[in-house]
């Protein structure tokens, strides 16, 4: 089936710095919407809520609290409710998985093939995806020269945003 068309990807220096947040929710939930529909697959109510309640900010967001904002809005309080709609996003490309954190964040780019990288300020644990194929590349790579086929990579990086930054100086 046809991907959508590539849009140029996003700012990661956005997530770190000021900016029209609603523009950026609403052209990831755009290009998330074409892609789902032409994978032939559906955005139902809760995996479309879950997908609007990781966009909300640049950050991650564990299971237990995305399942707490669901429930709230009566979509339901048993935890599969939220790991199947995190599940959904995550193998469709909507949504990655931060293992360091035990938690998601929404993908920049959906529908994008891509590999991305997280920068994750251990101040205000925002989070920025960037995109990583040159560290993928070096890592396949290095794997195959030990005969060794990398089949997933997490690439996840910690230290402190400007604004951190400038608050851990004073």
Same mark, same amino acid.
């Given at each position: ?26 052209? *990831? #939930? /755009?290009?998330?919407? %074409?892609?789902?529909? &032409?994978? !032939? ?5 809760? $995996?479309?809520? *879950? #997908? /609007?309640?990781?966009? %909300?900010?640049?950050? &991650?967001? !564990? ?5 707490? $904002? ?11 409710? &939220? ?88």
């Amino acid at each position: 089936m046809p991907e959508p068309k590539s849009e140029p990807q996003a700012d990661p220096t956005a997530a770190f710095e000021p900016h029209d947040h609603h523009q950026c929710v609403d052209a *990831t #939930l /755009e290009r998330a919407d %074409e892609m789902v529909r &032409a994978r !032939g697959l559906r955005l139902t109510p809760v $995996r479309r809520r *879950t #997908l /609007e309640i990781l966009l %909300e900010r640049h950050g &991650a967001m !564990g299971a237990y609290d995305v399942l707490q $904002r669901l429930s709230d809005e009566g979509f339901g309080h048993q935890p599969p409710v &939220a790991y199947r709609a995190l599940d959904f996003l995550v193998e469709n490309g909507l949504a990655h998985r931060i293992r360091r954190l035990n938690a998601f964040t929404a993908c920049n780019h959906p529908g994008e093939t891509h590999h991305a990288a997280f920068l994750i300020c251990r101040g205000c644990d925002t989070v920025a995806e960037i995109p990583a194929d040159p560290l993928r590349e070096a890592l396949d790579r290095g794997g195959a020269g030990l005969g060794f086929h990398i089949e997933r990579a997490t690439i996840e990086a910690v230290g402190l945003c400007t604004a951190c930054s400038a608050e851990a100086a004073q």
